[in-house]
């Protein structure tokens, strides 16, 4: 992988002379420091001493020019990371892998205003489970909106797989307007992933627990301890999860693991791969094995293979029980049905994709050296027949695998989630041996593999998870940096590495970073696709889409109301005053301040800041908030915007009194 | 700046037959698709074409080659950025601009398990003011510690302008082990500056309110607000601020803005700019001119000369009263005394700086066009010799403008924050005519303004602080970004600007959009000064620095123990398990988990989640945790690693049931 620069290469006179002092100064600053390196080079050089300089390759020249967009151009995809334990989604530019902005979702965010007073803490609020309030989540598998099986851009979905819930951000502001607890389970992992026309949200459970959370002992595991598969119903038209339309499928206390809907021919169905059919429980203090070798016995754990279309007609058809007020289809049904099939999955399965053409499921193995193919049409015919090999103990009808699958494809150690190009080759992650493996999903080989660093967990790729990849871009997602970067204490950033997938080889062309979270899986789609609003509405709720009923469009508007010990304070920002900016109260007085941005310029946002009550929004162009407190304690208190929104941005402030009773 | 390259460069046959396939791809992929535009440019290639490809320009590849940092190589600086309303601090590696690492310090962090249920949980308490607890902030000034005026990078400084507190973050492990309300202010600005040798992390207030928080009404501002300048007293042994030998300077109610503590000759002074010295309290709602034209009127403001070493003095002479527990040295006799002085400052002054070399202070004007000199020693002669023009209304002595600076600089209209280099040049920004101008320190001219994007609020310069900065590199930290990345809704990401100084003229590198909160300052210190550890020792507790008293070393000592309704769980995590794995209680039980990690290997980290239970603590390699919560809720609750540890890592869980009562 030469890449030749010729000496007649000469970086214009001045410019170079500037290049080159700079860069030795890397060099040379420990010994001499910048002075002394200044100007030690002369007036000109050469790409190749800048290069020689900073220590580059020509490689990473070649990287750098393909990873380097300037300011004023904007990047050519965007990747929708999850956040992992940070509870957040984190959107990157790529090629550049510049972090473009941390959504807040399931955990509090300032800088928005996101649960600090405000109408966002309905959202959070509504994220409750158990009456208990929650304030982060383990964010696993973001999903945008499709049509007809194409990202649209329109919403994306992740799910929080710590307490079983699932949020839905609107990408006209970015912005996250709800969150949906799972009322079944304890914990989710497969999800949230959607069918080709984002009618459901699909969340799969992963530890199993008694359906509705309710306490049994783990001696009834087997008896009473469940997975469940919902379908979250999506109403485009609202952007909202209708949690009255959706329903779930009741699953086996096989440990269910990753989902993917069926397109294309597989349309109407879901997979979900899963692992801990021994239904090992561990007992580590009394010296039973622990569950990581409990459940690696088996040889073969089960495909799950769910025909949700016909789920859904059963459920209208009245044949769902009720949970905690959702509708679950009971296994038996689900069994007998024909909703449920099972079929074999070597070693540790993890991962199940779709490709793209929706005929076939690959599904890796944490302790296999193969990837497995699974042939939709096989396997529907099989159902279709009634071929079943068996049942198992909660009857449900199992295929045989050989008759089920396509082929096997060798990897290597531990391969676990697979991505697709626009030119017929898959990308398999391979965390023990720490690559990405490219295989041909043609003749099913190996055609080559590249190391990553370190351990790569998933793997994304350009609009990968379409019935239409861009191909170009694939990106490692490595759950260890060790070497990689400056260190920055024992808690390690994880490593997004950008693959160039255009050549004959795949290349590295830039690591990236991650330090918040730990990202799971991730999405990337392209720039030209997301229509993001740069302002509201004059007086807009983000979380209605409508003008506020309380909003104040005019400063004249602007006014404090006494009902008793209730004081509604209607208000107005703008650049740079508020209006009012003294606001007095008595000590136990409930306060709302109904706050409209008069702002409609893009970029020209505001905040409100109230110290020491814990209250703080940020006001985007034409944006209302809604903030309602007790003043609980008397005192002096200022207030002010939070943004340097202007020359005299300090002055943007006011004071809020709480007479003591 | 052109910089030309010859057609001679020939990036070699194959590698580039790649590039260009993949760079062209950008063009063509709107019309074609990808796959069109692969191979369209045959199997050889140049540089520029790759350039023209992605639309380069040279000066485009030169910053590309000089800010371009391969995987495995580390940055050359390190940025500690204040969150600005995030309330957290961000890590930023130089030059390749990646942010690194977001600290948790005001808001939990729930990755880092910052505030969820651990031991950090007593950080953040202990941070409530009014006895209540405060989940953000608005952080702004970032200050390293600092040895004979040099960054040491042991520990980092943050002010909380929101809520008035001071936070201090270990940069062994980057962990925040202290935060530190302020009983006096309601609000903070200028802060966290630290003196030559961190004798103490100075903290200056900002609106003026009662000291103590006490309430009085707007009427009495003039006779009842104040301001202060805290001194806290920094135990660089113990690692913590000592709340106990620090004290304050009550100021008058002109609302004080930046501060900068002497250095060098001028080391036990400290300097604060102020605005607003007309008392303006705005009034909107009842027609009344806002703060900010309020605050507008007076041609000049004060800046403080504050003799802090005096100060020191006095309040150990037992001239201090105590006001909510906290030494105050009274306006009264800090004026009588001289250890508070005024002199002018022009048009809404912003920004306060002192020189390296420690002899002057240099401050701009919001509404003015120069950046104002002032000079330490004849400030210091017109205190010694007692040479006032006069007193202001709470008789603080008052110096002659003309007698007590070096000179006035012609910057351009909107001066604010000046930094500096190793050559004898200063930085500042400037906020309305958005550039930023180098001007000379010897003579005081500007020498040169570059055009930054948009509305630069602070700047910072490499190791700029010190009594000898790098020179090398100046950030620009633009406020406004429009249109300079790709969309992301109506809240646009600040902009920092890698500004290249080395040459004759200065160039912008690249953009760095920073995508959560909005920082104000930042500073830059060399990798090589910072000494993170990589691993705990065996069972440390990161809060108390020693081995905890309840930790478990080893698997076998393990153990659950019962008192009555309290429930003690001695726990381990190794890959890929817990001892134990299966925890029941009873409800109403109180449940203390001692969790110790065994690992010892770099970037080994597990972490542990509690379903349901708002539990989430991160393990680095060797830390221990003590989590305690009530089992309120009964049911069955997995636990589990929240990190990618191992290929098994889904495997190590466990079960916590609560028994219903």
Same mark, same amino acid.
């Given at each position: 992988m030469q890449l030749s620069i010729g000496k007649a290469l000469v970086m214009g006179g001045a410019v170079l002379g500037v290049a080159v002092a700079a860069a030795s100064c890397e060099n040379k600053a420990e010994q001499k420091g910048p002075q002394a390196a200044s100007g030690a080079l002369g007036a000109s050089a050469s790409l190749k001493?800048?290069?020689?300089?900073?220590?580059?390759?020509?490689?990473?020249?070649? #990287?750098?020019?393909?990873?380097?967009?300037?300011?004023?151009?904007?990047?050519?995809?965007?990747?929708?990371?999850?956040?992992?334990?940070s509870g957040q989604v984190l959107v990157i530019g790529v090629p550049s892998m510049r972090l473009l902005k941390?959504?807040?979702?399931?955990? $509090?965010?300032?800088?928005?205003?996101?649960?600090?007073?405000?109408?966002s803490d309905k959202v959070l609020a509504a994220g409750a489970q158990n009456g208990k309030k929650i304030s982060w989540a383990d964010v696993h598998h973001p999903n945008l909106s499709e049509t007809k099986g194409d990202y649209d851009g329109q919403f994306l979905f992740v799910n929080d797989k710590a307490n079983?819930?699932?949020? /839905? /951000?609107?990408?006209?502001?970015?912005?996250?307007?709800?969150?949906?607890?799972?009322?079944?389970?304890?914990?989710?992992?497969?999800?949230?992933?959607?069918?080709?026309?984002?009618?459901?949200?699909?969340?799969?459970?992963?530890?199993?627990a008694p359906l509705g959370?309710?306490?049994?002992?783990?001696?009834?595991?087997?008896?009473?301890?469940?997975?469940?598969?919902?379908?979250?119903?999506?109403?485009?038209?609202?952007?909202?999860?209708?949690?009255?339309?959706?329903?779930?499928?009741?699953? $086996?206390?096989?440990?269910? @693991?990753?989902?993917?809907?069926?397109?294309?021919?597989?349309?109407?169905?879901?997979?979900?791969?899963?692992?801990?059919?021994?239904?090992?429980?561990?007992?580590t203090l009394e010296g039973k094995p622990p569950i990581e070798s409990g459940a690696?016995?088996?040889?073969?754990?089960?495909?799950?293979?769910?025909?949700?279309?016909?789920?859904?007609?059963?459920?209208k058809d009245g044949k769902a029980t009720t949970i905690k007020g959702m509708k679950v289809l009971p296994l038996k049904v689900s069994g007998e049905e024909g909703v449920l099939t099972l079929v074999g999955e070597p070693k540790s399965p993890h991962g199940c994709d779709v490709t793209p053409d929706g005929t076939a499921v690959v599904v890796g193995g944490k302790l296999d050296t193969h990837a497995t193919v699974y042939d939709f049409a096989k396997m529907k015919a099989l159902i279709d027949q009634k071929k079943f090999e068996g049942k198992d103990d909660y009857g449900v009808p199992i295929m045989n695998f050989k008759e089920a699958i396509r082929g096997q494809v060798e990897i290597g150690l531990g391969p676990l989630h697979t991505v697709f190009d626009d030119k017929g080759f898959a990308y398999t992650s391979v965390f023990i041996e720490s690559v990405v493996a490219k295989?041909?999903?043609?003749?099913?080989?190996?055609?080559?593999?590249?190391? /990553?660093?370190?351990?790569?967990?998933?793997?994304?790729?350009?609009?990968?998870?379409?019935?239409?990849?861009?191909?170009?871009?694939?990106?490692?997602?490595?759950?260890?940096?060790?070497?990689?970067?400056?260190?920055?204490?024992?808690?390690?950033?994880?490593?997004?590495?950008?693959?160039?997938?255009?050549?004959?080889?795949?290349?590295?062309?830039?690591?990236?970073?991650?330090?918040?979270?730990?990202?799971?899986?991730?999405?990337?789609?392209?720039?030209?696709?997301?229509? $993001?609003?740069?302002?509201?509405?004059?007086g807009e709720n983000p979380y209605t889409g409508h003008v506020d009923p309380n909003a104040v469009l005019k400063e004249k508007d602007a006014k404090i109301v006494r009902n008793g010990t209730t004081v509604d304070v209607y208000m107005t920002a703008i650049r740079s005053h508020f209006v009012p900016d003294q606001i007095e109260v008595n000590e136990g007085d409930t306060v709302n301040i109904?706050?409209?941005?008069?702002?409609? #310029?893009? @970029?020209?946002?505001?905040?409100?800041?109230?110290?020491?009550?814990n209250v703080n929004v940020s006001l985007e162009p034409g944006k209302h908030e809604n903030i309602s407190f007790k003043a609980d304690v008397p005192g002096v208190f200022p207030f002010f915007c939070t943004e340097f929104c202007s020359a005299l941005h300090l002055e943007m402030a006011g004071y809020f009194l709480v007479k003591p009773k």
């Open positions: 001493q800048l290069m020689d300089s900073r220590g580059l390759s020509e490689a990473d020249v070649e #990287a750098a020019v393909k990873t380097y967009v300037p300011g004023g151009k904007g990047d050519e995809y965007m990747i929708f990371a999850s956040g992992g334990h941390v959504i807040g979702v399931f955990s $509090p965010e300032p800088w928005q205003g996101y649960g600090y007073g405000g109408e079983g819930r699932v949020a /839905v /951000v609107d990408l006209t502001d970015f912005v996250t307007k709800q969150i949906v607890p799972n009322p079944l389970v304890a914990s989710d992992h497969g999800g949230a992933f959607v069918d080709p026309n984002t009618e459901y949200v699909i969340e799969t459970s992963q530890y199993p959370r309710a306490y049994e002992p783990l001696s009834e595991y087997k008896n009473k301890y469940r997975g469940v598969a919902m379908f979250w119903k999506f109403d485009r038209q609202k952007g909202r999860i209708d949690v009255e339309k959706s329903f779930a499928v009741e699953l $086996p206390p096989y440990t269910q @693991d990753l989902a993917d809907a069926g397109k294309l021919g597989s349309d109407g169905w879901a997979f979900i791969n899963s692992f801990n059919t021994e239904m090992a429980i561990g007992g690696s016995k088996n040889d073969m754990d089960y495909l799950h293979v769910i025909n949700w279309k016909k789920a859904e007609q059963l459920v295989w041909s999903l043609k003749d099913m080989k190996t055609v080559e593999k590249l190391p /990553v660093h370190y351990n790569i967990g998933h793997i994304m790729a350009a609009e990968g998870d379409t019935v239409s990849p861009d191909g170009k871009y694939v990106v490692a997602m490595n759950k260890m940096s060790m070497d990689r970067f400056s260190k920055v204490g024992p808690l390690y950033p994880q490593n997004f590495q950008l693959v160039d997938t255009t050549g004959d080889q795949m290349r590295i062309l830039i690591d990236a970073p991650i330090g918040i979270g730990e990202p799971h899986y991730s999405q990337m789609i392209k720039i030209d696709k997301l229509k $993001p609003i740069s302002a509201y509405k004059p109904h706050l409209t941005s008069l702002e409609s #310029a893009e @970029d020209q946002v505001h905040g409100f800041a109230l110290n020491m009550y």
